[in-house]
């Protein structure tokens, strides 16, 4: 009898011709399986020569032309499912590779074709990966997502099937009644909405089946909570007394404080940055960084340009790490060969200790607003605006992948400035012509 090819209704034969590859999937009869099934695997011809994978999908010869039928169902249909998943896989690396090689193929699809239908699994062995790739912050977030996701259902098993959208808005009123804002349940999320985008990748979840709404606009489908708006951004003067402020020379006090400026001053750069940095990052005037947290996943994007100013340079002169060697961290704050959990923790200590810093400065300086680190990236970035620099430059400079992530950034801060210009509508005992002088000073 002749052998039953299956092709992939989008295979592109004319560019798998152009790399000189064929694909094909088939029944293995030659080597049955003790329940009398056979595995249905990939026959891929390279240069006359064929090398064969496996789908991991059984099935007997009736089933395996049913399957190839038009209408196949209950468990055949599923079963065809996944397998035109790891197909359309199987396709997509082929595609993607400059000159096809076997062991490139077998390297991109291995990986590619590991499936875990149970959640938790999925979730411990992507928190495996990332420990193995030092990502310690995300590691900790997947871990908190996991435990939090364990307590509300009580089991030890959750199938990607389980997960809807009414498993979704029950799972947000169940941390909601726990007293967790709207923050920490859409970061556990994002946690969840990520493996559930890996599950399908993989086969086992299908697209139809995604419960999260992709553009809100999908009413049947779960949307994210919308995090507490909690930015805070202080005004260029409010900056000016922190940088004229005098700390004790050279006591730690004038040395977070420089942490806190130099941040503000380089784009909003953020801690485990600026304890990245290195010498050879400056080129003449500049300083070029990618960002830690984007450079895994956007090796392609722009570096970020920092103008060094006499400011920014007469920071680095005073705490810069001495001598000045190209593969030096410009500020003694990591160590050469720390382990991802040490140096995770050094950030934070850093982090820590400036949030101490400057905000017993801003007491004593009558700033009543609770400044933290974080508050340099946000005025970066207010004060540019307020300044009428356009979003496209201030974007560009925060390293932001798109020109919504900044307006939706940028919105944050715009009550202060809404609610000092709703304060002329009741100036009524203030003489006119001062008003509008008031409103052209703050120039809006």
Known sequence: M????????????????????????????????????????????????????????????????????????GDI??????????????LKVIYELDEFSFDEFSSRFARNESKIANVFDMYRQYIKDLDKEGRVGSKVVYEYSLKSMELFTGKSKLSFVDVTPKFLSKYE?????????????????????????????????????????????????????????????????????????????????????????????????????????KYKDIHSDHIYFRRAKTERTDRKSRPIDVIITDEVKHIIDWWGNRPVLAESYIFPILKKRMSPGKEQATIKQAIKQTNKYIKRIANNIGIEENVHFQVARHSYA??????????EFISENLGHKNLSTTNHYLAS????????????????????????????????
Request: hydrophobic share 30%; glycine share 4%; charged share 30%.
């Open 2 to 73: 002749k052998t039953l090819f299956l092709f992939h209704p989008e295979q592109d034969f004319d560019a798998l011709k152009s790399k000189g590859v064929s694909i094909v999937a088939f029944l293995d009869e030659v080597r049955p399986r003790k329940d009398g099934t056979f595995t249905v695997r990939f026959r891929i011809i390279y240069n006359r020569c064929p090398k064969y994978f496996s789908t991991k999908i059984n099935l007997n010869k009736k089933d395996w032309i049913k399957l190839n039928g038009e209408r196949p169902s």
């Open 77 to 90: 249909k599923s079963k065809k499912i996944i397998l035109f998943e790891l197909y359309r896989k199987a």
């Open 173 to 277: 009123s169940y941390m909601t009644s726990k007293g967790k804002s709207p923050t920490t349940i859409a970061m556990y999320l994002r946690c969840l909405r990520y493996l559930c985008n890996k599950a399908i990748a993989d086969g086992v979840m299908n697209q139809r089946d995604y419960p999260f709404t992709k553009d809100g606009k999908d009413k049947i489908k779960y949307q994210l909570p919308e995090p507490r708006n909690n930015k805070i951004a202080l005004g260029i003067h409010e900056i000016g007394e922190i940088f004229n402020y005098k700390p004790p020379e050279g006591s730690s006090e004038h040395y977070f404080r420089d942490l806190w400026l130099f941040s503000y001053l380089c784009n909003g750069i953020n801690m485990k940055d600026i304890c990245l940095l």
């Open 382 to 391: 207010t004060v540019l605006k307020r300044s009428g620099v356009s979003v």
């Open 413 to 444: 801060f715009e009550d202060d400035q809404k609610k000092e210009i709703a304060k002329h509508l009741t100036a009524f005992n203030t003489n006119s012509d001062d008003s509008s002088k008031k409103i052209e000073k703050k120039n809006y």
